[in-house]
């Protein structure tokens, strides 16, 4: 038996008109991404020159967009018109930096006294000084630790990779420690030198030196 429809045709037609009556939602259109000025623009590069001066000389807590401007003597909306973001800016800058820095490094460890660039190079305050400002920033920026991470990562393992030539093993020293251990103890009398603590400076120095010095005379001796 067939069940005829309660609708009649007048009330589906009036329906129909009703729903297609009915205001449609429209999407919004998407955002064109933000137009940014050029990097190789003077104005670009006075204010990576501004924050390395706030970096070194107060510290990453002084690189806010108004000292920012005022250091590079430039008007704030400036700074977001070359970086999307603060951390856009200190990622640029630390590229600007390590791309300096880290080729001088290579150089140095190739030189055939490698122990002694690591030493050397983690005792040099001003720039060991802007390191650790790196990375303090990077505890709160991810876009910045992933930098700094890929680029520490790089460095660590030509240190490895150049002290592996002579310096195999030594006891129970592997290259690795031997890069790590140098590395941390510069790094420290850095740090504790910045706050005016020097107590026994002068004697890990001594021994350091002495102990860099027997490594590399044996190395040669191995040679």
Known sequence: MRVKSSSSPGKTAARRRSV???????????????????????????????????????????????????????????????????DDLFVALWHQIANRTLDVHFKALASGHPLRAIWDSNRDARETTLTLEFMALARHR??????????????????????????????????????????????????ESAVGLSHGHDEIFRFVEGWLGRLESSALSAR
């Open 142 to 191: 991810k876009a910045l630790r992933r930098e700094l991470a890929k680029d520490g990562e790089r460095y660590r393992q030509r240190q490895v990779e150049l002290l592996s030539k002579d310096f195999t093993k030594r006891g129970e020293l592997s290259p690795t420690v031997l890069a790590i251990l140098i590395t941390s103890v510069s790094r420290m009398l850095v740090m």
């Open 20 to 86: 297609e009556s009915r205001p449609r939602s429209i999407k919004a259109p998407k955002k064109a991404a933000r137009k940014l000025g050029r990097e190789r623009s003077e104005t670009r590069a006075a204010l990576l020159v501004a924050a390395e001066k706030l970096l070194r000389k107060e510290g990453h807590a002084a690189v806010t967009t108004r000292r920012l401007a005022s250091v590079a003597k430039l008007k704030p909306q400036l700074i977001h018109y070359y970086f999307r973001s603060m």
